[in-house]
Each structure stands twice: as C-alpha cells, then as structure tokens.
C-alpha cells in the first residue's frame, strides 16, 4: 500500500484552421469561461533504483474526472511494475473538496492531503492561468494549434507534493527539477491538453532514485453539468 499512496501522491489533463493571431488576455479569457470540465490525465512515471534487486519501477496511471476547480471526482487507474516482481493494478476512486483529498484503498476511504488544491489536476485551469500570467509568453501554431511552451520554476511544488506539503514516505526523498509545461490550445484560444514534465531524482531504503515524470491532461466536456455530490460512504467516512 505504500507504493500506490507513493504513485498517487505524486500525481495526487484536434482540429480547425488557425486564421488569426491570439493573445494573452484572450486566453486568459477563455480560461475564465469555463465553470466545468471533465478531465484524463495520463501518468508515466520510469525510476531506476541502485539496487540491482529492483532497478526498475515503471508506473502507468489514468486519471478520469470532472471538476469545477474546488470539488472533484473520478477514478484512478494505476499499473505498476517492479523488476523482479509481479506487476499490479488498481483502480481507485477519489473525492476531492474543501476539507481535503480522499482516496479509496482496499474499500477503505483515506485522506492523503490537505485543502490546497493549486498544482492538481482537477485544478489545472488555474494552474495555466497563473503561468500564463506571470509569464512572458510566445504563442507558436503547430499542427492547428497554438502551443505555448514554458518552463516552471516550482517543479517541486507542481509535481513533488511530498516537499510541497511534508509529507513524509517512510524510506524515500525524492526531488523533482527541469520541469517543463506545454499549453495546447484550440483554434479558439480554449486550452484542451497540457504536458509536465520533470526529473526525479532521490533516494529510498532500496536504493538511489533517478528517473523522469510526464504529466498529460486532456480537457473536455466544458461547461457541462456533473455530479459533485460526496460518495454516500465517504459521508458515514466523514
């Protein structure tokens, strides 16, 4: 169980002719137009451990859920393997409102964070808009889009949320830096995807720690209605 909080936690995301140039307070724009989203976040995790008894762990994850950039819910798939070892899939359920985030491990709820919600998926609109904002920023047309590539300077608060939050994983200290942020937008200036990258590095009880994480989030269905009411046995949880 220590390996899927581990994997959670560090997740816990075509077509039209471009005619026009856009700009940065259009965009922003259109960020603010949208009150709801569902989202699929792709996760991809690859470490190599020192110790030959492991040396790799390679992680799969897809997050499906619909948020209005406070509350969430979905569910989340994980597949993992460790060299050496047999491979295992879960799929776990997950709530997130103002008192925090649940998770639903082997039928029990937990709650794996507190109420900051900004370097999360179910939070990825705000999470661009405060990039986009605070940056300087070349819109490129790639493929009928606009692209917009940047770097972020919080890698580990965006993709580490042991550092972020303190919270400590017994036997690993992982880092994260070089983290990359690619905005694609539609012919309108909507955003719809949204690719993290990092670099892990760090240590654990099995070994030093060097690898990569890449975040992919597809946003769709804006604006359309969805359920945001708490799981029934998370509420007898609470």
Request: proline content about 3%; charged content about 30%; overall charge neutral.
């Amino acid at each position: 169980m220590r390996w899927a909080i581990f994997l959670v936690l560090l997740t816990i995301t075509f077509s039209g002719c471009l005619n026009k140039e856009i700009s940065k307070e259009e965009i922003i724009k259109k960020i603010d137009e949208i009150n709801t989203f569902s989202y699929n976040a792709k996760v991809f995790i690859n470490l190599s451990v020192s110790n030959p008894a492991i040396n790799k762990v390679n992680m799969k994850m897809d997050i499906d859920g619909y948020s209005d950039g406070k509350l969430s819910k979905g569910i989340i798939h994980v597949y993992y393997t460790v060299r050496y070892f047999n491979g295992r899939n879960e799929t776990i359920p997950f709530y997130v409102n103002e008192e925090g985030t649940f998770i639903k491990l082997e039928g029990k709820w937990q709650k794996i964070t507190n109420n900051d919600l900004s370097n999360h998926t179910w939070n990825i609109l705000a999470y661009i808009k405060d990039l986009i904002e605070k940056n300087d920023i070349k819109i490129e047309e790639e493929n009928n889009h606009y692209i917009i590539r940047l770097k972020d300077e919080n890698a580990e608060k965006q993709l580490n949320p042991f550092f972020y939050r303190g919270i400590k994983i017994p036997g690993i200290n992982l880092k994260i830096s070089e983290e990359e942020v690619v905005i694609i937008l539609d012919k309108y200036g909507t955003p719809i995807k949204v690719i993290k990258k990092g670099k892990l590095y760090g240590t654990s009880s099995k070994g030093n720690l060097d690898g990569v994480i890449v975040i992919e989030t597809e946003i769709k269905d804006i604006n359309k209605d969805f359920d945001f009411s708490i799981p029934e046995d998370l509420s007898i949880y609470n």
